[in-house]
């Protein structure tokens, strides 16, 4: 057996075991099951990011979607109740017409891209001018930091804004007033002040009477 | 082919079986050395000095019953100590104990394989380590195993970053992913001029490998230990040998990484010639191997443990700044000294 066929049966493993997996997403009933088999598609799609020969973004494929998303996904599922969405009826009333229109996508489909598709026409960046540049990672890190640096950096400052907005929306706000102990006495004084004038507000037309008329 | 062949399975053994075969031995030394520093004796009875005494906690281990919780989701559960075994000795195959040694006309590189994303590769895989974790806490199908697996991937997934952004700064100096390249590119160990990315490397690995004072997953002084709590027999034993496993591969990427490897031994290799400087690379690097080992120990026996929003906030207020800093002490290195 010569290295050409092993690749290729080992690309039809991965190719054929990611789309099993991505089944086993929508099919199995327990969400948490459903997480573990995205977490199979991730490690298959990334073996075919190998065969390309493009490690980093395999290993960075991995990094953020097994080792980042999809735990997310289980934190929040480990914390719901997992039963009920196992009991839930799996397919919608709809689900034949669905049927239909998919395989009427899925023809469409082949018969659109067999027309359109051009086999063998290099791209920009060729295994040459990869070799040249030294690399994987160094071909890379030249198209996104020289070619492409201010979608980058545009992208990298949309990020930072999100997350610094995440943690604004996640910090609570301190429910309890500060204990008297942590108050100076003027403070604590106008505290109580304040909190009798309020009290006062709020009873008098509660009761439907005014005292000290 | 055939020699490459062969090649590569040797070095996969040795890869597969190495940390196999140290961990019981460190397991015993941790022992001993804990006893030693706490004013006891530590086991000392099964064989010489108590050395079989890991041998003997691992058949009784492996002779206990094998319970499975009722209500627990059964193949999950079977399944999550090797979700958290694998990744540990998958992250072996890429990590160096040397570089190339010359011998009898053959270049033999002294790591299983030379990746170009080697770095990468490793950080991977500890992410994907806490999917073990997640699993054997929910799959449990019990409270106290529910929450301690919270807690523990909480603290896993928050350290990891760290991880990641200390080595940032290593990765730069080098100007490479790959751990051999890293290695040979030190001429000066980085642990110098990026002591504080060492510091923050150290504190991760501790965290990551759930060892004191980050060790609250375990906690068996206050808490029953966590998403464990359920495993009973080898089930149990996988989880510790992985932990062992984290802390022996901490502890070969510290010296490889921060300590230059065998370090200074290639600087003497015009002097006193190939061969011997090879052999003393390798013993520099196993001795700093051993003396990492030995911190980790030492830290386990003098330091307590962090309560859980200490633990948070050390990683996030201290750690992430300092990770920060050392990405720009790296940069401006990299732009003067290392230019």
Request: proline letters at 5%; glycine letters at 8%; charged letters at 15%.
């Amino acid at each position: 057996m010569n290295s050409e066929t092993l690749l290729t049966l080992i690309f039809a493993y991965l190719a054929v075991a990611s789309v099993v997996f991505a089944m086993l997403v929508v099919m199995m009933r327990n969400p948490v099951h459903c997480a573990l088999a995205l977490v199979g598609v991730v490690f298959h799609l990334a073996g075919i990011l190998i065969l390309l020969r493009a490690e980093f973004l395999a290993a960075a494929h991995i990094i953020i979607y097994a080792g980042a998303i999809i735990v997310l996904f289980l934190f929040t599922m480990m914390l719901l109740n997992v039963g009920v969405a196992e009991r839930a009826r799996q397919f919608h009333v709809q689900a034949p017409l669905a049927v239909v229109i998919g395989v009427v996508l899925l023809f469409e489909f082949i018969v659109l891209t067999g027309a359109s598709i051009v086999v063998g026409a290099p791209g920009l960046h060729t295994p040459a001018w990869v070799a040249e540049q030294g690399g994987n990672v160094q071909a890379l890190g030249q198209v996104l930091f020289r070619d492409y640096l201010l979608p980058f950096e545009v992208a990298s400052v949309l990020l930072t804004a999100a997350v610094v907005g995440a943690i604004v929306l996640a910090r609570q706000k301190p429910k309890r007033p500060r204990s008297s102990s942590e108050m100076g006495v003027s403070e604590w004084m106008a505290a109580r002040v304040e909190k009798a004038r309020k009290r006062e507000a709020e009873s008098a037309p509660r009761r439907g009477v005014t005292r000290n008329p | 082919m055939t020699e490459l062949v062969i090649t590569i399975l040797i070095k996969s053994a040795i890869a597969f079986v190495v940390p196999l075969l140290v961990v019981p031995p460190l397991i015993w030394g941790e022992r001993r050395l804990l006893g030693r520093i706490q004013s006891r004796v530590g086991p000392n009875r099964v064989g010489p000095m108590g050395v079989l005494q890991t041998l003997a906690d691992a058949v009784k281990l492996l002779g206990k019953e094998d319970i499975v919780p009722a209500g627990a989701d059964r193949s999950l559960f079977i399944l999550a100590p090797f979700l958290l075994l694998v990744p540990s000795f998958m992250a072996w195959s890429v990590v160096p104990i040397g570089t190339e040694l010359t011998i009898l006309g053959r270049t033999i590189g002294l790591y299983p394989t030379d990746v170009n994303v080697g770095v990468l590769y490793i950080l991977a895989l500890t992410s994907v380590a806490v999917y073990g974790i997640v699993m054997a806490g929910w799959a449990s199908n019990s409270k106290y195993a529910l929450l301690g697996s919270l807690r523990s991937s909480a603290q896993m997934i928050s350290y990891e970053i760290m991880l990641g952004l200390s080595l940032v700064g290593v990765v730069v100096l080098a100007g490479s992913l790959s751990l051999p390249e890293i290695v040979r590119q030190q001429q000066v160990p980085y642990a110098i001029p990026l002591f504080v990315g060492a510091f923050v490397f150290v504190c991760a690995a501790l965290a990551e490998t759930n060892r004191a004072p980050f060790d609250l997953p375990e906690a068996e002084t206050e808490l029953v230990s966590g998403y464990h709590v359920e495993y009973t027999g080898w089930r149990f034993a996988f989880f510790f040998l992985s932990e062992y496993a984290n802390m022996l591969l901490a502890s070969f990427l510290v010296s490889a990484v921060f300590l230059g490897g065998g370090w200074p031994a290639p600087l003497l290799e015009p002097m006193i010639g190939h061969l011997p400087a090879m052999f003393l690379a390798l013993v520099f690097m196993v001795t700093k191997v051993f003396l990492f080992l030995f911190f980790y120990i030492w830290l386990r026996a003098t330091l307590p443990r962090f309560r859980y929003d200490q633990l948070m906030n050390f990683c996030w207020k201290v750690l992430l700044p300092l990770g920060l800093l050392n990405v720009a002490i790296a940069t401006v290195l990299k732009l003067t000294i290392y230019a």
